[in-house]
């Protein structure tokens, strides 16, 4: 009965894998035509342009791209980066970083609740377990991976949200958690954005 019930574990995690790996794709394939459009529209090489057409949206221009990079974050099936990279160009790099700031944030916390909730199983839906098993090595003891988990969060040295998705594995608090996720992300974001900035002037002009 045991080996029953493992069989069929192994096998919805097989079918929730398989969901998760096509709804990657197609929303890898739905962002890519979009960013070729915004390309040949003239929107990615004028960033004033694109910052007029989401002005007009109002409110509903940021509060979209919250919705957008929360459930990015806490469900990681697109790279991190796509979004991040969209709020710099979208909102220029003061409100870039406070809405990614923000969208992040909510998302890492929303991420290590889902954890907390569905426990190791769900690491395997969304990651690699050769990769789970690289960064789950940290967790041997409670007080070195929560300063491994800091660190990792204050510099872009590692997959944020498998780390967020780990740490709910863990009796980490819902406290510790949140305060260095408050405390460490601008840090590592900042970073990023700078180098996303730096990036579009160099390429495309933008900035």
Known sequence: ????????????????????????????????????????QGYLTDAKKLQAV??????????????????QVAIPILPGGVTTLAGVMIFGNFWGFVWNYIGICIGSILGFH?????????????????????YEKHTNTESNF??????????????????????????MSYKTFTWIILLGKPASLLIYSLGLTS??????GIG
Do not use: N
Not at 199 to 204: A, E, G, Q
């Open 199 to 204: 990036l579009l002037k160099h390429f495309l």
């Open 1 to 40: 009965m045991k080996k029953v019930s493992i069989l069929k574990s192994e096998e919805k995690l097989k079918k929730i894998r398989l969901v998760v790996k096509i709804i990657g794709w197609v929303m890898l394939l739905l962002t890519t035509l979009l960013v070729l459009h915004l390309f040949f």
């Open 114 to 134: 889902i954890a907390k909730v569905f426990g190791r199983p769900i690491l395997h839906a969304f990651f690699k377990p050769e990769t789970v098993a690289s």
């Open 54 to 71: 989401v002005s007009r949206a109002g409110i509903l221009g940021p509060l979209l791209f919250l919705a957008v990079q929360i459930v």
């Open 146 to 171: 929560t300063k491994y988990f800091a660190w990792a969060i204050f510099l872009p040295i590692a997959p944020d949200d498998l780390l967020c998705y780990i740490a709910g594995t863990t009796s």
